[in-house]
């Protein structure tokens, strides 16, 4: 008797694991919905602005669709994919449907007009049209980023950790942080590429010294921040200088670091876009450039989608390299 009422009682709870409210479907359907909306202005309105080809964008919207309906699908049988889907599906939905407003404002209206307002349908074709051309310009960009940011972070982290351990060098390297750091990195272009042999090596160290100076603030902050109670347990225990400062300074200033790291990181992106622009010869910074001394806008939005999902990854890579680090911190503070 009992074996049977619990057999009903799990058969009861996976129903209502698997049933879906009319309101929670509705919601599920919106990405699925925005994409045949898209569809229906692409295909029944007329063209009022030249296009070369719309069909890969077409076929992108299509394939995008038949993935949407397939994840419904599975989100009406599988609770994780249902409570995914959920959670994305009105953003995920508005963000389609602006991508259908602009579509109708530009291509099928015209009432934004052309070269400095492209559809998205031109963008895509730019996309894949010049997609060797883009792609070797984002190696050159990730390369130069890459570069760049790890030696301003380098020393910009020891710089921090001698200031902050040190009070002789605070002494003395503080005056010139104070004054060299709050300048941003681009107002040094003039002097710097009469300085360095190449444009490629300027780029270089204005994106290491718009990354060195947060670094810098924040480790200092960190080192100096750090409880004194930590030290003396660990003297007492027989720690030298520096196991102190490896062992007990550095992992304890971690959070403030990687704020710092994260505020590099938006400056070398800045500072990376300008120096390409002003004299590296390839990278998406200078693909913009060329592009618009051609009037060819749609490359330039083709451009700047690239740096935003790359630019956007690579940001979520150091926060889950930072959620790692830090992960003793989960149960400490809401992340």
């Given at each position: ?72 699908g599975a989100s009406f049988v599988f609770e994780g994919a249902r409570a995914k889907l959920r ?17 109708l404002l530009t291509l099928k209206l015209d009432a934004l007009p052309l070269p400095y307002f ?47 351990w040190y009070k002789l060098f605070q002494y003395w390297v503080n005056p010139f942080l104070r ?157």
């Amino acid at each position: 008797m009992e074996i049977a009422e619990n057999i009903r009682y799990g058969e009861a709870r996976i129903r209502r694991k698997a049933s879906v409210s009319l309101s929670a479907a509705v919601r599920l359907l919106l990405p699925s919905l925005s994409l045949i909306a898209v569809l229906a202005i692409h295909y029944l309105l007329p063209d009022k602005q030249p296009v070369l080809k719309s069909d890969i964008y077409a076929y992108a919207i299509e394939i995008l669709l038949a993935v949407y309906l397939l994840w419904t699908g599975a989100s009406f049988v599988f609770e994780g994919a249902r409570a995914k889907l959920r959670y994305q599906a009105p953003i995920t939905a508005f963000i389609i449907l602006l991508i259908g407003a602009w579509e109708l404002l530009t291509l099928k209206l015209d009432a934004l007009p052309l070269p400095y307002f492209p559809s998205p349908v031109k963008i895509t074709d730019a996309l894949v049209n010049d997609r060797e051309k883009l792609f070797i310009c984002t190696l050159y960009s990730l390369r130069l980023l890459a570069i760049g940011y790890l030696i301003g972070a380098f020393f910009g982290v020891i710089t921090g950790i001698l200031m902050g351990w040190y009070k002789l060098f605070q002494y003395w390297v503080n005056p010139f942080l104070r004054f060299i750091g709050p300048v941003p990195a681009t107002a040094w272009i003039p002097v710097v590429l009469l300085v360095f042999p190449s444009s490629f090596t300027a780029s270089i160290f204005l994106i290491a010294l718009g990354t060195w100076f947060p670094v810098s603030v924040m480790t200092w902050s960190g080192i100096s921040s750090v409880n004194k109670s930590f030290f003396e347990v660990a003297k007492t225990l027989g720690a030298t200088e520096r196991y102190l400062v490896l062992r007990v300074a550095l992992p304890a200033a971690f959070p403030l670091i990687f704020i710092g790291l994260f505020m590099g990181l938006g400056t070398s992106f800045v500072t990376l876009v300008v120096a390409e622009m002003l004299g590296v010869k390839a990278g998406l910074g200078f693909y913009i450039t060329w592009a618009q001394g051609w009037a060819e806008y749609y490359k330039v939005y083709a451009a700047l989608l690239i740096m935003a999902v790359l630019f956007s990854t690579i940001i979520t890579v150091l926060f889950k390299v930072r959620d790692r680090v830090l992960i003793w911190q989960k149960g400490l503070i809401k992340w």
